[in-house]
């Protein structure tokens, strides 16, 4: 769900529920212009560092996975900002670092993998194999983010019923 909380800020929540799992999913674009997810522990993190961490070390691949037909020019920001993280363990590491995981650095990263794996879309799948469609899943909510906050789509309302879910019994 992607609204509007002022005149020029959007907001988009995702919540990704499995099991006993109901974890939100928070996608905001701050005023130095980078675009940042949060999700469980994971507190306002770039959400291009949180692609290179799934397996989208490059920026080309990011760039296509979001869009294959138009260029979208915020992106290319986000991406010069954390041009100097080039692997995925590195990613992985800077995240631990955010966050406050203060331990030697294998375990460290084998920590946040877990996080990720665990509170990062658990729908999708809850285990290193399915990062990718993880990867992608954030491409295209991000696209969907950035289009609503251009005004190219319209923004979704949470209170309307074609937004809820109705359970029947049965």
């Keep these: 769900m992607i609204e509007r909380t002022g005149p020029k800020e959007v907001q ?3 919540f990704s529920a499995k099991g006993s799992y109901k974890i939100p999913h928070n996608f905001e674009r701050k005023k130095d212009g980078l675009y940042y997810l949060t999700f469980a522990r994971v507190k306002n993190m770039p959400i291009v560092i949180v692609l290179k ?7 080309e691949e990011i760039m296509k996975c979001i869009s294959t037909d138009k ?8 991406l010069f900002e954390f041009v100097e993280i080039k692997t995925q363990e590195e990613a992985i590491d800077y995240i631990a670092r955010r966050i406050g995981i203060t331990q030697v650095k294998e375990i460290r990263v084998e920590r946040t993998k877990e996080i990720i794996d665990k509170y990062l879309l658990p729908n999708v799948g809850m285990d290193s194999s399915f990062q990718m469609t993880k990867a992608r899943n954030l491409c295209k909510m991000l696209k969907r983010f950035i289009d609503v906050s251009n005004g190219v789509v319209v923004e979704d309302d949470k209170d309307h019923y074609m937004n809820k879910r109705i359970r029947l019994s049965g």
């Design 12 to 14: 988009g929540r995702y």
């Design 53 to 59: 961490a799934l397996g989208l070390i490059k920026d």
């Design 71 to 78: 260029n979208y020019d915020e992106i290319v920001l986000n």
